[in-house]
């Protein structure tokens, strides 16, 4: 069993374990908040955030006199480490939780004087030497450090969540070019429309997605606007005057993104206007997601008695009353997680306007809202395109007999015969079963090497009068 040192705050002692390099109020967090079942430290982004903000911090504390050599080499150092991908098991604190992130700020505190505290020589816990308040959150509140980390963190995922996304959109283009010749019917209202090919349909997915590229960066691009050295309230109290902007450059050099200190720093502390509008980009995406999932799980149904436009990989037994039923659960999934996705922007909606006064203290569940939307939808993402696209394959035959007995493509006889004529034509296909072709024939409508060119599917593909 592990040993045990003692640790005190302003509630009084607690047993913190020796070989934690958390501390005591780490510790309380661990006790008071057991509720989400996902910790901070289960997110590398956002650790590597709050380790790259206390660099800047103590780089820029430094350079205007406030922070020894000594002091700042040793903090830096152990930012570094985190940074690297050492210590994570350290960030046991849960993700929704009281305080406007306090547990947070505090886990990487006490984690990083800690650590220093090692490489000066001295044993965890001897904060007289190096402390997580007075050094290591020196010029600094929660109220500035971390929603700096969690915009620095949502940057870093962003990133990562477009490559992911790029690689989707170009397995639907390919399977745009590999179906580009097959002709099918289009449908609204589910019901028949006209031709067009399967080609199209999926170019259509990507295209859909490639839209939400530049929203997802536009919006992301919000977040390089940072409120460090408004400490408290936005008032600065505690911190030197060129702090704010000295460490938002400091904070840039360090991480390559082009952060800025806001201009008014009060209304910055408060202000969660840009995680409002970044969450409604993951719903605009999970919305777009869900619809192309949807089309998937039907334009693969059947095999006999539905579509049967496309088949899906099959990935598992699909019920275990129905003997060789297989079912689309790959799209099914991602469906799910889209509704999770929806579901949690309303969260930080509800938490964003929940702010009051000089602070907004729901920023945790705001932070945990996207950062699970953000890991769901690359997860979802990858597990479309690697056991879903890749693997579709097209019904040709089905797709071709679909559209030679449609009644849809009547629609292309408008032009020549006139919209009553060609309504005529497509109640009495449907009331008798016969072909378009037929009757436009048996009523003489137009001479039969002229409808061949009309009728053919491949000419009503594009525009053209």
């Not at 302003?10 to 390099?21: F, H, I, Q, R, T």
């Not at 050094?135 to 995922?157: E, G, I, K």
């Not at 490559?163 to 028949?192: C, N, P, W, Y």
């Not at 008695?305 to 699909?318: H, K, S, T």
Request: glycine share 6%; proline share 4%; with cysteine.
């Amino acid at each position: 069993m592990d040993s045990f040192r003692i640790e005190s705050d302003l509630l009084g002692e607690l047993k913190v374990p020796s070989s934690a390099y958390y501390g005591v109020q780490t510790q309380r967090a661990l006790e008071n908040f057991r509720i989400s079942g996902t910790k901070m430290g289960d997110y590398k982004d956002f650790v590597n955030a709050i380790a790259f903000v206390k660099l800047a911090a103590a780089k820029t504390n430094n350079e205007l006199g406030l922070l020894s050599d000594e002091l700042t080499g040793a903090i830096s150092a152990a930012c570094e480490e985190i940074i690297s991908g050492k210590m994570h098991d350290q960030f046991p604190v849960d993700m929704i939780q009281g305080g406007a992130g306090t547990s947070v700020n505090m886990n990487a505190n006490e984690v990083i004087a800690n650590r220093a505290l090692e490489i000066l020589g001295h044993s965890k816990g001897e904060y007289q030497y190096c402390s997580p308040n007075d050094h290591v959150n020196l010029s600094q509140s929660t109220n500035d450090a971390y929603p700096t980390t969690f915009r620095l963190a949502m940057l870093n995922m962003n990133k990562e969540l477009v490559k992911h996304l790029d690689l989707l959109i170009q397995a639907f283009r390919a399977k745009g070019k590999e179906f580009s010749d097959v002709i099918k019917m289009g449908r609204t209202q589910l019901q028949d429309a006209v031709p067009m090919t399967l080609g199209q349909e999926f170019e259509a997915f990507a295209a859909t997605l490639e839209e939400e590229i530049m929203r997802l960066n536009n919006n992301a691009h919000l977040f390089l606007e940072i409120n460090m050295g408004g400490t408290a309230i936005g008032t600065g109290l505690n911190a030197h005057p060129r702090y704010a902007r000295q460490c938002a450059e400091n904070l840039a050099k360090i991480t390559g993104w082009e952060f800025f200190s806001a201009p008014n720093l009060v209304e910055a502390t408060p202000d969660t206007g840009a995680y409002v509008i970044y969450s409604s980009a993951l719903k605009r995406l999970a919305v777009k997601l869900s619809k192309i999932c949807n089309d998937l799980r039907l334009l693969s149904s059947g095999p006999r008695a539905g579509l049967n436009e496309i088949n899906l990989p099959p990935m598992q037994p699909g019920s275990s009353i129905m003997p060789g039923k297989v079912n689309p659960v790959i799209p099914e999934v991602v469906n799910q997680v889209c509704f999770k996705v929806i579901g949690n922007d309303l969260t930080v909606t509800f938490a964003s306007e929940a702010g009051q006064l000089q602070l907004n203290v729901m920023e945790p569940v705001m932070c945990q809202s996207i950062v699970e939307n953000i890991t769901f939808l690359t997860r979802a993402m990858d597990t479309l395109k690697e056991k879903c696209i890749d693997g579709i394959t097209a019904n040709r035959e089905v797709c071709y007999n679909m559209v030679k007995n449609s009644i849809g493509i009547v629609t292309a006889l408008n032009p020549h015969i006139g919209y009553k004529n060609s309504t005529k034509i497509a109640k009495e296909a449907l009331e008798t079963g016969a072909s378009v072709y037929d009757l436009v024939l048996k009523y003489d409508l137009i001479p039969q090497a002229k409808l061949d060119e009309i009728l053919d599917p491949a000419n009503m593909l594009v525009p053209h009068v």
